[in-house]
């Protein structure tokens, strides 16, 4: 069925949630279409003892409010990226950016994987369908999904796939899991 001009535009909300430095960030540049707004700034001597930065001592920079992009899939349907802010501090911001949100992707990084508990936990408590995507960053030990899903504590409906945000196809995977994982989850079952 072809888009009818009078017809309202459809557009879907997405939220990129985990913890700090495990690639919200990247994830929301490896896909979008546009140049994605980014709220970083360079992470400051007031984060010393705050921020955990076991495991990405490199990073520089931390979202301090969202990242924002935006994938057209056909004209009258596009899709609004959100990642969230991954630091406690921050967290404040949540409630906003996830109000009419489809679902969500919570990323995980294997070296610091209780760092996605809040995220899930969030997600969990308001009902908002998401899968779990690790992101398998150069040199860290590579699980199995199924091995992931019971460190989480994970219920057997949750996709947990594995991907590389860098990588445009990668990403692309992870946000149509997670598009037909929130259509299951949201479409009543024909009985």
């Not at 490896?30 to 992470?43: G, H, N, Q, Y």
């Not at 908002?128 to 019971?150: K, L, M, Q, S, Y």
Request: proline share 5%; aromatic share 8%; glycine share 10%.
């Amino acid at each position: 069925m072809a888009y009818e001009p009078s017809e309202e535009p459809v557009a879907l909300k997405i939220l990129v949630a985990g913890g700090f430095g495990v690639g919200k960030t990247t994830l929301v540049g490896a896909i979008s279409e546009i140049r994605p707004l980014r709220t970083e700034e360079v992470l400051s001597d007031r984060g010393i003892g705050v921020d955990d930065v076991d495991g990405v001592e490199g990073k520089t920079t931390t979202t301090v409010a969202m990242d924002f992009g935006r994938i057209t899939i056909r004209e009258g349907l596009v899709v609004y990226l959100f990642g969230t802010p991954g630091q406690e501090r921050f967290w404040f911001m949540w409630d906003e950016l996830s109000y009419g949100a489809l679902g969500a992707v919570v990323l995980a990084d294997t070296r610091r994987l209780t760092d996605c508990f809040p995220s899930i936990d969030y997600f969990e408590q308001r009902g908002t369908p998401f899968i779990v995507a690790v992101n398998c960053f150069d040199g860290a030990e590579r699980h199995e999904p199924e091995d992931v899903r019971i460190a989480l504590d994970l219920d057997p409906d949750i996709p947990v796939i594995m991907c590389d945000v860098r990588r445009r196809a990668s990403a692309k995977i992870v946000l149509v899991t997670l598009v037909e994982h929130a259509l299951r989850t949201l479409t009543p079952a024909a009985g």
